[in-house]
């Protein structure tokens, strides 16, 4: 559990009641992290949202080669900085990580429990439709940091 306040400091959050602020911090708690620790993979179940506090996350996908396994190639997807959420697809179905989070600098995050998130959410419409209003904008605004990236590694 986390203070409430402490919510209340990100934008993401600032919207919100003092109840809903209460419901989310009950549900979260502070993690720290080293440079070069994974918090997620990507293909994995999306069990937790994240909101980056301090340090700097880099977001990014590993594709296979078809024929050589062995050969793989990274690509950067996008990089969280603080008062940033990351792990979003945890409120998004299939609930399945789109892209893996490691570690630049170290890094101290609050992580959502997600389940309990869409339980909360379920019984609370309107949280639901705010926090999903916030989340669909970063969705697509990390699509279009995509987009940019793609055309430049084509240029």
């Known amino acids: 559990m986390i203070s409430p306040e402490l919510l209340r400091r990100f934008p993401f959050f600032g919207n919100l009641e003092n109840s809903q602020l209460v419901a989310i911090s ?21 069990k937790s949202l994240y909101l980056l506090e301090g340090g700097s996350i880099d977001l990014y996908f590993t594709v296979l080669d078809s ?35 490691r570690v630049s600098t170290p890094s101290r995050v609050i992580r959502i429990d997600a389940s309990a998130l869409r339980a909360t959410m379920d019984t609370d419409q309107r949280l639901a439709y705010a926090l999903m209003q916030k989340i669909a904008k970063t969705a697509i605004d990390r699509l279009n940091d995509t987009r940019i990236q793609l055309a430049a590694a084509r240029a």
């Open 26 to 46: 009950i549900i979260a708690e502070e993690e720290t992290f080293n440079s070069g620790e994974e918090i997620f993979q990507e293909g994995s179940p999306a």
């Open 67 to 101: 024929f050589h396994s062995e050969l793989r190639k990274e690509f950067s997807v996008g990089e969280i900085n603080p008062g940033e959420l990351f792990g979003i697809s945890a409120l998004i179905e299939p609930y399945v990580l789109t892209a893996a989070a």
